[in-house]
């Protein structure tokens, strides 16, 4: 499995490698109760070149109906729908990771709750991405999204990290005290999608001395080289999951 990832940026272009293609058009459906939110969506996909919104949906069962008859590139889908009013765009991702592996999942919560991040890439970050809803009113951040995924690529919104590094190096239970100050500093910087040679732009350092650092960070967390999931997103994810679940509901 490559490893890609990326942050979401709310101040970023879409960068050129991320528009949409020249080709067939990207097969989205979406999935949202809110019919306020279907609607705004319906018209930036409509008014954005390259896009085919193929169908529209208010609940998880909708969801997977319109999946298998019209065979999408991407799913676009809230998390908390009904029918179970939970995690029912994780449960339907997840569900579609087995049936239909080659159609990508970008889910939106209103909220930075990391448990919804790990459910989602658990079983591999290829294809999927977690944007916090107010992504959606930015036409950039959410085309980028949804092309990154149609290429089997996986994004995790910057704020959802961002807001979580403090907490998880203040927890003395996470896995994260292993790490030395460079090592957490280096791994914030992977958990907002950069690149090696960004990294070491960033800090001033060797790409060497921070591929040795990297290195280190993976052995500390045991993250090894056959887990199905990327090890750099698993990485990111572990500031997210040690957190009690004290964020509003989705």
């Known amino acids: 499995m490559t490893e890609s990832f990326a942050a979401a940026d709310a101040e970023s272009a879409i960068p050129e490698h991320c528009a949409a293609p020249v080709g067939r058009p990207i097969r989205v459906v979406l999935a949202d109760d809110s019919y306020l939110v279907r609607e705004a969506i319906t ?138 100050p460079r090592e957490l500093e280096i791994l914030s910087e992977i958990a907002q999608g950069k690149s090696n040679q960004a990294i070491a732009d960033q800090l001033v350092l060797s790409k060497r001395a921070v591929e040795k650092h990297i290195n280190a960070i993976f052995l500390k967390l045991d993250l090894t080289r056959d887990e199905d999931i990327s090890r750099r997103v698993k990485a990111a994810l572990i500031y997210l999951s040690q957190l009690p679940p004290a964020d509003p509901p989705a």
Do not use: W
């Open 43 to 180: 018209h930036v996909l409509d008014t954005e070149p390259g896009f085919d919104l193929v169908a529209t949906c208010e609940d998880g069962d909708a969801l997977v109906a319109a999946v298998d008859a019209e065979r999408p590139d991407v799913v676009l889908t809230d998390i908390r729908m009904p029918p179970s009013g939970d995690d029912e765009g994780i449960t339907v991702a997840n569900r579609l990771r087995v049936t239909h592996p080659e159609v990508g999942v970008v889910v939106v919560s209103q909220y930075a709750n990391p448990r919804y991040g790990v459910a989602l890439l658990e079983g591999g970050s290829e294809r999927r991405a977690y944007l916090l809803k107010e992504r959606l009113h930015d036409r950039a951040q959410l085309v980028g999204a949804l092309v990154t995924v149609a290429e089997g690529g996986s994004v995790v919104d910057s704020k959802v990290v961002e807001a979580l590094i403090v907490a998880q190096i203040r927890d003395d239970n996470s896995p994260l005290a292993a790490l030395t």
